[in-house]
C-alpha cells in the first residue's frame, strides 16, 4: 500500500532509493521528511556499500539524491484534502469507482470542464472575498449539461476562505428558500388553476393549520395587491405562493417535487403551508437539476455518471408538462417582470438568454441562485457552513453575481437563445 501511494507502483518495482524510503517509513510512518531521509540514507549506502564490497571502498556515496527523492515522495502526503482545482468532485468520483477494475494506466476520465470548473472556482472566491465584511465564509458552484446531465463543474467549498473546507457544500443539506416556487407554479399551470396572467391577491393572509394560524410575510413586509402570476414568480412575492399552494395542496406539491428528484427528508404534513417559501432542506446538486428539468421541456433525469462513458443510472420522466415548464422559464427570464423587486439593471439579466431564480431561507442562513441556458444550468449557494446568519446579504448581492459570472464565461463564445413555445 505504502510503495502504491508514494511511488505509484507495485513493491517489486521499487529501486533501490525508492526500497530505502520504504524500509524507513516503515519503522516511523508519521516522521519529518529530514527524519525518513537520514534513515534511507543509511540504509541505501549499505546497499551500495554491498555492491562496492569486492573494490574494498572506504567511502560512503553521496545521499543527495535520497533526500531529494525523499522530499518529492513525501510531498503527497502533505496535500491538504481540499487542495487542487476540484478536490470533492474527486472524492465523489473515487468513492463511486468500482475498485474490482483496474484504473487505466491514462487515468480516470471524468466529465468535469477544466474551464467551467475553473471559472466557477474563482468567481466563488473572489465574491466571497468581497462578502467577508458580512459574515461569509462558505458557498458552492455546480454547472450541469443541460441535455446529457454531466457534471461540468463542482466547486464544494471556498477552499482557504473557510473554516470548514472539508465540507462538500455541493451535497449539504440546506433549506433553498423561494428557489422551489418556479416548481408550484408549474404544477398550478399543469393543473390549469393558474395562468401566467391570472391575478392572486398580495395582502395580509391567516391561514388555518392544525398547529394554529400560518402567517406568511414578504421578504420586504410589504404588500403589492392584486398582482399577476408572472410578477408574482419573477418578483419573488411570499403571500400569492402561499395563497397559489393552498390551492395545489401541500401533499401534491410535495409529491411534485419528488418527481423532480429532491430528496425530501420529512412528509408533507410536516413542512404544511411553508413548503412553498423552501422550508425543505435540500442538496445544491439536487435542486440544481430539478431546475435542469424545467430547461429540458419538464423532463426529468438523474444526474450523469461521473465516469466518462458509464450507462445512464435511468431513463428520462416526464415530471411537468412541456407547457407549463415553458411558461416558468419565460417568467424567469423576464426583466420586467422583476423589476419591482430587482430593478431593471440587475445582475440577473445576461446578454444572452437565461432564467433565473434567487432565494433567501430564514435569517439569512442561506442564499441561493439557480438559472438555465439553452445549454447549461448552474446552481450557485452562499452561506456559513456552521449555521451563522449572513449580515444583510440578499439573492442578488450574494449568490446571483456568482451565478452571472460563471454563466457569462460559459457564453463567451456559445450563444444561448430562446426555446420554442410548444
Given at each position: 500500500?505504502?510503495?502504491?501511494?508514494?511511488?505509484?507502483?507495485?513493491?517489486?518495482?521499487?529501486?533501490e532509493?525508492?526500497?530505502?524510503?520504504?524500509?524507513?517509513?516503515?519503522?516511523g510512518?508519521?516522521a519529518?521528511?529530514?527524519?525518513?531521509?537520514?534513515?534511507?540514507?543509511?540504509?541505501?549506502?549499505?546497499?551500495?556499500?554491498?555492491h562496492?564490497?569486492?573494490?574494498k571502498?572506504?567511502?560512503?556515496?553521496?545521499?543527495?539524491?535520497?533526500?531529494w527523492?525523499?522530499?518529492?515522495?513525501?510531498?503527497?502526503?502533505?496535500?491538504?484534502?481540499?487542495?487542487?482545482?476540484?478536490?470533492?468532485?474527486?472524492q465523489r468520483?473515487?468513492?463511486?469507482?468500482?475498485?474490482?477494475?483496474?484504473?487505466?494506466r491514462?487515468?480516470?476520465?471524468?466529465?468535469?470542464?477544466?474551464?467551467a470548473?475553473?471559472?466557477?472556482q474563482?468567481?466563488?472566491q473572489?465574491?466571497?472575498?468581497?462578502?467577508?465584511g458580512?459574515?461569509?465564509?462558505?458557498?458552492?458552484?455546480?454547472?450541469?449539461?443541460?441535455?446529457?446531465?454531466?457534471v461540468?463543474?463542482?466547486?464544494?467549498?471556498?477552499?482557504t476562505?473557510?473554516?470548514?473546507?472539508?465540507?462538500?457544500g455541493?451535497l449539504?443539506?440546506?433549506?433553498?428558500?423561494?428557489t422551489l416556487?418556479?416548481?408550484?407554479?408549474?404544477q398550478?399551470?399543469?393543473?390549469?388553476?393558474?395562468t401566467?396572467?391570472?391575478?392572486?391577491?398580495d395582502s395580509?393572509?391567516?391561514?388555518?393549520?392544525?398547529?394554529?394560524?400560518?402567517?406568511?410575510?414578504?421578504?420586504?413586509?410589504?404588500?403589492?395587491?392584486?398582482?399577476?402570476?408572472?410578477?408574482?414568480?419573477?418578483?419573488s412575492l411570499?403571500?400569492?405562493?402561499?395563497r397559489?399552494?393552498?390551492?395545489?395542496?401541500p401533499?401534491?406539491?410535495?409529491?411534485?417535487?419528488?418527481?423532480?428528484g429532491?430528496?425530501?427528508?420529512e412528509n408533507?404534513?410536516y413542512?404544511?403551508?411553508?413548503?412553498?417559501?423552501g422550508?425543505?432542506?435540500?442538496?445544491?446538486?439536487?435542486?440544481?437539476n430539478?431546475?435542469?428539468?424545467?430547461?429540458?421541456?419538464?423532463?426529468?433525469?438523474?444526474?450523469?455518471?461521473?465516469?466518462?462513458?458509464a450507462?445512464?443510472?435511468?431513463?428520462?420522466?416526464?415530471?411537468?408538462?412541456?407547457?407549463?415548464?415553458?411558461?416558468?422559464?419565460?417568467?424567469?427570464?423576464?426583466?420586467?417582470?422583476?423589476?419591482?423587486t430587482?430593478?431593471?439593471d440587475s445582475?440577473?439579466?445576461?446578454r444572452f438568454?437565461?432564467?433565473v431564480?434567487?432565494?433567501?431561507?430564514?435569517?439569512?442562513?442561506d442564499?441561493?441562485?439557480?438559472?438555465w441556458?439553452?445549454?447549461?444550468?448552474v446552481?450557485?449557494?452562499?452561506?456559513?457552513a456552521?449555521?451563522?446568519?449572513?449580515?444583510?446579504?440578499?439573492?442578488?448581492?450574494?449568490?446571483?453575481?456568482?451565478w452571472?459570472?460563471?454563466m457569462?464565461?460559459?457564453?463567451?463564445?456559445?450563444?444561448?437563445?430562446?426555446?420554442?413555445?410548444?
Open positions: 500500500a505504502l510503495s502504491r501511494t508514494l511511488f505509484g507502483k507495485a513493491a517489486h518495482g521499487l529501486d532509493v525508492e526500497a530505502a524510503i520504504a524500509a524507513a517509513l516503515v519503522r510512518p508519521n519529518s521528511a529530514t527524519v525518513v531521509a537520514q534513515r534511507a540514507c543509511v540504509v541505501w549506502q549499505d546497499l551500495q556499500q554491498q562496492t564490497a569486492a573494490e571502498s572506504t567511502s560512503k556515496p553521496d545521499c543527495t539524491i535520497v533526500q527523492r525523499t522530499e518529492q515522495a513525501l510531498r503527497a502526503r502533505l496535500w491538504p484534502a481540499t487542495e487542487g482545482d476540484a478536490s470533492h468532485w474527486a468520483v473515487w468513492a463511486g469507482y468500482d475498485h474490482a477494475q483496474a484504473i487505466p491514462q487515468g480516470i476520465t471524468t466529465t468535469l470542464s477544466a474551464r470548473q475553473r471559472a466557477a474563482e468567481s466563488l473572489r465574491h466571497l472575498r468581497e462578502l467577508q458580512r459574515n461569509v465564509q462558505d458557498g458552492a458552484a455546480v454547472v450541469l449539461d443541460n441535455r446529457s446531465g454531466e461540468l463543474a463542482w466547486v464544494g467549498s471556498s477552499g476562505l473557510s473554516q470548514a473546507s472539508e465540507v462538500d455541493v449539504a443539506w440546506r433549506q433553498p428558500g423561494s416556487k418556479p416548481f408550484l407554479y408549474a398550478a399551470l399543469d393543473e390549469r388553476r393558474l401566467a396572467a391570472s391575478l392572486l391577491e395580509a393572509a391567516q391561514i388555518a393549520t392544525p398547529s394554529g394560524l400560518y402567517i406568511p410575510r414578504n421578504y420586504d413586509r410589504r404588500f403589492k395587491g392584486w398582482v399577476s402570476v408572472r410578477m408574482a414568480l419573477a418578483a411570499n403571500v400569492p405562493a402561499v397559489t399552494l393552498v390551492m395545489v395542496t401533499d401534491a406539491f410535495f409529491q411534485q417535487l419528488r418527481q423532480l429532491l430528496p425530501l427528508r408533507a404534513g413542512y404544511g403551508y411553508s413548503l412553498a417559501l422550508s425543505a432542506e435540500v442538496p445544491l446538486l439536487h435542486l440544481t430539478a431546475y435542469r428539468a424545467l430547461a429540458n421541456g419538464g423532463q426529468f433525469s438523474p444526474v450523469a455518471p461521473a465516469v466518462v462513458g450507462a445512464p443510472s435511468a431513463q428520462p420522466v416526464q415530471a411537468l408538462s412541456p407547457q407549463a415548464a415553458f411558461v416558468v422559464g419565460d417568467i424567469l427570464s423576464d426583466a420586467q417582470a422583476r423589476a419591482s430587482f430593478g431593471l445582475v440577473l439579466g445576461t438568454w437565461t432564467a431564480k434567487t432565494g433567501t431561507s430564514k435569517d439569512m442562513r442564499n441561493w441562485a439557480v438559472g441556458s439553452q445549454r447549461y444550468t446552481g450557485v449557494w452562499v452561506g456559513n456552521s449555521g451563522e446568519a449572513m449580515h444583510s446579504v440578499s439573492g442578488s448581492s450574494g449568490a446571483a453575481p456568482i452571472a459570472d460563471t457569462a464565461v460559459l457564453h463567451a463564445r456559445v450563444p444561448s437563445r430562446a426555446p420554442q413555445a410548444p
